[in-house]
């Protein structure tokens, strides 16, 4: 919904094509999953390319933009929703904004463009997006400590979750009730394989089916944008994020419930696996989480050398400095090789950063703070909680030092000159 002040000159926003180019550009980058840091300093920095004054306030379900002075301003309301992140949108709204910026489109080709983007399909389908959400829980299994069957148990209940994600997408009712009702089923399905098979950890299972959901990564952007001073954006994230932890908790309790129902499962410890398993699941988890984020194929190799960065740096910074601090070490790495790879590869940072991030967030300590809490283990559930909230902070200070250290492109512009604006405006 686009509301305008109706206390200044509404006409004159409409006329004005920058104007309304630049509220369409905010509007499809949110769309993209755009973290509001990155979309407030790009689009600062097209409209003074543009020769706009302009500030920008964006929160997970709006964008306020004001045009002109503070005498004689004009305000552009937009009501947007929360989306997930959609890498190859971001790329295609990323293009058309660097094509307007070098004069290459008129603006009102480049709006149509945008247009286009919005309504386009998505690349991948339903079979390709259940098949990553199995990997991905297939390999989270196995950074957690399961063996072979703990891993094939884990791939198919984050296969029938993620069936489960395409089949309630289509239905906007039922998927508000989507997090707390694949909870419930992984853990019961994790209670009931151990019980019938035996030698599965079922806390482990359910946690590698519910990898996909855990909301770490949105924990550690609602911590970047409160290190970043953006403290609605920042808020809105976090009680967000808090509010999905707790209904995923809901759902794994009531799962465990019905569970009990069953004969008591026969538990297992950890299980040794060569080392070539663990660096096969490495090497496969950037894939799994490209395709869950919607990149284009064509962006997997810079993708894939980010996450080797980060985890690199994340394993050397834990063995020097521990795991707490050296996961800002791995955001460091990530946030360093995202912005040369926005140089190099005329990329959006974040199409590269989101998938290196992801491998390092602190999900699966959150999610452990809080079953242990709903067991009544009051202290263990207070140190993970400490543990999970120190680790945000720890990789939101290092993708800061890194946007200081390496600066993104899109920081840095020079104006479009008078000349071509008057082309792009006919």
């Not at 200081?404 to 000159?417: F, K, M, N, Y």
Request: aromatic share 6%; glycine share 10%; with cysteine.
């Amino acid at each position: 919904m686009l509301t305008l002040d109706t206390t200044t000159q509404p006409k004159t926003v409409q006329r004005d094509l920058r104007e309304r180019f630049l509220v369409r550009l905010a509007e499809a980058l949110h769309q993209a999953g755009t973290p509001a840091e990155s979309l407030e300093v790009s689009m600062l920095s097209s409209a003074r390319r543009l020769g706009l004054h302009a500030e920008f306030f964006t929160t997970p379900t709006s964008i306020l933009v004001r045009f002109g002075e503070i005498e004689e301003h004009r305000t552009v309301l937009l009501r947007v929703h929360p989306t997930d992140a959609d890498l190859e949108r971001l790329v295609l709204v990323h293009e058309v904004q660097q094509a307007v910026l070098r004069g290459e489109v008129p603006l009102s080709e480049a709006m149509k463009r945008l247009e286009t983007v919005r309504d386009r399909r998505p690349r991948y389908g339903p079979i390709a997006s259940v098949g990553s959400f199995a990997l991905a829980s297939l390999t989270a299994s196995r950074f957690f400590g399961g063996g072979s069957a703990e891993m094939a148990a884990s791939a198919g209940i984050g296969a029938l979750i993620g069936g489960l994600a395409v089949t309630t997408g289509r239905w906007p009712t039922i998927g508000r009730i989507f997090e707390p009702l694949a909870a419930a089923l992984a853990s019961f399905i994790a209670v009931a394989l151990a019980a019938l098979l035996g030698g599965i950890r079922p806390d482990l299972v359910t946690l590698g089916g519910l990898i996909v959901l855990v909301p770490g990564l949105g924990l550690t952007l609602a911590l970047s944008d409160l290190a970043a001073r953006h403290l609605a954006s920042g808020t809105a994230r976090l009680f967000g994020a808090v509010i999905v932890f707790f209904t995923i908790a809901f759902g794994v309790t009531l799962g465990r419930q019905l569970g009990a129902l069953l004969p008591a499962p026969v538990l297992s410890g950890e299980v040794l696996l060569p080392t070539w398993v663990d660096v096969a699941c490495l090497a496969v988890s950037p894939l799994a989480f490209a395709v869950l984020f919607r990149a284009r194929p064509r962006d997997f190799g810079w993708i894939y050398l980010v996450c080797a960065f980060g985890q690199l740096g994340g394993r050397l910074g834990g063995a020097w400095l521990g795991p707490q601090l050296g996961a800002g070490l791995g955001a460091l790495a990530v946030g360093i090789g995202a912005n040369l790879g926005e140089r190099l590869g005329r990329r959006p940072a974040p199409v590269m950063a989101l998938p290196g991030l992801i491998l390092l967030v602190p999900g699966s300590i959150g999610y452990r703070s809080l079953a242990a809490l709903l067991a009544h283990d009051i202290v263990p559930g207070i140190e993970s909680a400490v543990t999970a909230t120190f680790v945000a902070v720890s990789l939101a200070t290092g993708l800061l030092i890194a946007n200081v250290a390496l600066p993104a492109v899109s920081a840095r512009a020079s104006i479009v000159p008078a000349r071509i604006l008057s082309e792009m405006e006919r």
